[in-house]
């Protein structure tokens, strides 16, 4: 009998008062909050940021193709399980989905916005909301936190707050605020997040590598959403972070994984015929080696990775269903996954549909 199926990768709704009620009171007045548009709908406006967060896509998961707008969506239009705990035990099983791993929707933009104290302001706020959020079921409901990264003691702080929180993982800013994540800096901040358990991730357009700014039409920005978090592995391995931390573990969102094997492919070609003339760090195994190891990736309608299981570390491999955002198979997941999965051994399809997030999360000990 196959196991529940897990979600590697869903996300909450931020609730109005999400900022508002729980943002350091030198904060409040900045807040990011709702206003109404006559013309636009609902709108998330973050001060300091040029443009709002529209809801349209939002509140896309099971919407038709031609019926997918920016804006227009209010808060009432919202999936209410986005923002309501109990709602979202029903939205899971019209799915088929047993529990989801869950990461912020407005938290996401924050990732880049410039004010750093500012942003480290929110994330602790919606630290506060999330944890409280997953508490109501938490063998159901995974959450994942956020740091602003300011600097590298107050990471490690912010972790140690996240796991008292009951939170699992720790969503990182693509640029964070000291050096970037291959500087031997931030050495204190990974053995950290190894002893405290929190897998390291990395959401496409938590970057300021990523942007729906792209050349010709405006379709092909949706093609380049994945290279921040491409740019941000080979940051890791080429820079030999995992060779100086045998334990730690890095999980790339929503970015696909059938374009895998040939990444590590590439990245073995540049380091044994390119690293003479591009100096890389200190490595003692290919790079592919580091990455099937080291690096977990997160997926959703992706054909592709389902066919090259065999050229990958099948136990890195975590399907997800995105819900309740614009690129979702919510609420027809089960039809996805019976077209692209059924060719695999029930052994590979539990890893990828259960074991392997419930591994990597301690989910196990809530199943028992």
Same mark, same amino acid.
């Given at each position: 009998m196959a196991k529940p199926i897990i979600s590697a990768d869903s996300h909450i709704t931020e609730a109005p008062g999400t900022y508002v009620d729980r943002i350091d009171r030198r904060f409040r007045d900045r807040a990011p909050h709702v206003v109404r548009d006559p013309k636009r709908g609902d709108l998330f406006v973050i001060d300091g940021m040029d443009k709002p967060i529209p809801m349209g896509l939002i509140a896309a998961a099971g919407k038709p193709a031609e019926e997918l707008r920016m804006?227009?969506?209010? !808060?009432? =239009?919202?999936?209410?399980?986005?923002? =309501?705990? $109990?709602?979202?035990?029903?939205? *899971?099983?019209? $799915?088929?989905?047993?529990?989801?791993?869950?990461?912020?929707?407005?938290? !996401? !933009?924050? +990732? &880049?916005?410039?004010? /750093?104290?500012?942003?480290?302001? +929110? /994330? $602790?706020? %919606? &630290?506060?909301?999330?944890?409280e959020y997953c508490a109501a079921h938490p063998d159901r409901l995974i959450g994942v936190g956020q740091t602003a990264m300011r600097t590298v003691e107050e990471g490690i702080e912010d972790l140690r707050k996240m796991k008292t929180l009951g939170l699992r993982g720790v969503m990182m800013p693509g640029n964070p605020a000291v050096a970037d994540y291959d500087d031997p800096v931030y050495a204190p901040f990974y053995e950290a997040a190894v002893d405290l358990g929190l897998p390291l991730s990395f959401h496409i357009l938590t970057s300021q590598q990523d942007s729906f700014k792209a050349r010709g039409p405006r379709l092909n920005a949706f093609l380049s959403i994945i290279r921040g978090c491409q740019d941000i592995i080979g940051m890791f391995v080429l820079g030999g972070v995992f060779e100086r931390h045998p334990k730690l573990k890095l999980v790339c969102v929503e970015a696909d994984?059938?374009?895998?094997?040939?990444?590590?492919?590439?990245?073995?070609?540049?380091?044994?015929?390119?690293?003479?003339?591009l100096p890389a760090g200190t490595l003692t195994k290919k790079p592919s080696e580091y /990455?099937?190891?080291?690096? %977990?990736?997160?997926? *959703? $309608?992706d054909w592709v990775a389902f066919q090259v299981t065999d050229l990958c570390n099948v136990r890195r491999l975590m399907w997800a269903n995105d819900f309740p955002h614009s690129d979702s198979t919510w609420p027809h997941s089960q039809d996805v996954l019976a077209a692209q999965a059924a060719h695999l051994s029930p052994a590979d399809r539990d890893l990828i549909l259960h074991d392997n997030v419930a591994e990597l999360y301690g989910l196990e000990r809530l199943e028992r």
């Amino acid at each position: 009998m196959a196991k529940p199926i897990i979600s590697a990768d869903s996300h909450i709704t931020e609730a109005p008062g999400t900022y508002v009620d729980r943002i350091d009171r030198r904060f409040r007045d900045r807040a990011p909050h709702v206003v109404r548009d006559p013309k636009r709908g609902d709108l998330f406006v973050i001060d300091g940021m040029d443009k709002p967060i529209p809801m349209g896509l939002i509140a896309a998961a099971g919407k038709p193709a031609e019926e997918l707008r920016m804006f227009g969506a209010r !808060m009432e =239009d919202m999936h209410p399980g986005g923002f =309501d705990p $109990d709602a979202r035990l029903g939205e *899971q099983d019209v $799915d088929g989905i047993s529990a989801e791993v869950l990461y912020p929707t407005v938290g !996401m !933009m924050l +990732c &880049n916005h410039p004010d /750093f104290d500012y942003k480290h302001a +929110c /994330f $602790d706020a %919606y &630290n506060g909301w999330i944890a409280e959020y997953c508490a109501a079921h938490p063998d159901r409901l995974i959450g994942v936190g956020q740091t602003a990264m300011r600097t590298v003691e107050e990471g490690i702080e912010d972790l140690r707050k996240m796991k008292t929180l009951g939170l699992r993982g720790v969503m990182m800013p693509g640029n964070p605020a000291v050096a970037d994540y291959d500087d031997p800096v931030y050495a204190p901040f990974y053995e950290a997040a190894v002893d405290l358990g929190l897998p390291l991730s990395f959401h496409i357009l938590t970057s300021q590598q990523d942007s729906f700014k792209a050349r010709g039409p405006r379709l092909n920005a949706f093609l380049s959403i994945i290279r921040g978090c491409q740019d941000i592995i080979g940051m890791f391995v080429l820079g030999g972070v995992f060779e100086r931390h045998p334990k730690l573990k890095l999980v790339c969102v929503e970015a696909d994984a059938g374009w895998v094997p040939h990444f590590m492919y590439r990245m073995d070609h540049a380091w044994e015929r390119h690293r003479y003339w591009l100096p890389a760090g200190t490595l003692t195994k290919k790079p592919s080696e580091y /990455f099937r190891e080291h690096v %977990y990736t997160t997926f *959703q $309608d992706d054909w592709v990775a389902f066919q090259v299981t065999d050229l990958c570390n099948v136990r890195r491999l975590m399907w997800a269903n995105d819900f309740p955002h614009s690129d979702s198979t919510w609420p027809h997941s089960q039809d996805v996954l019976a077209a692209q999965a059924a060719h695999l051994s029930p052994a590979d399809r539990d890893l990828i549909l259960h074991d392997n997030v419930a591994e990597l999360y301690g989910l196990e000990r809530l199943e028992r």
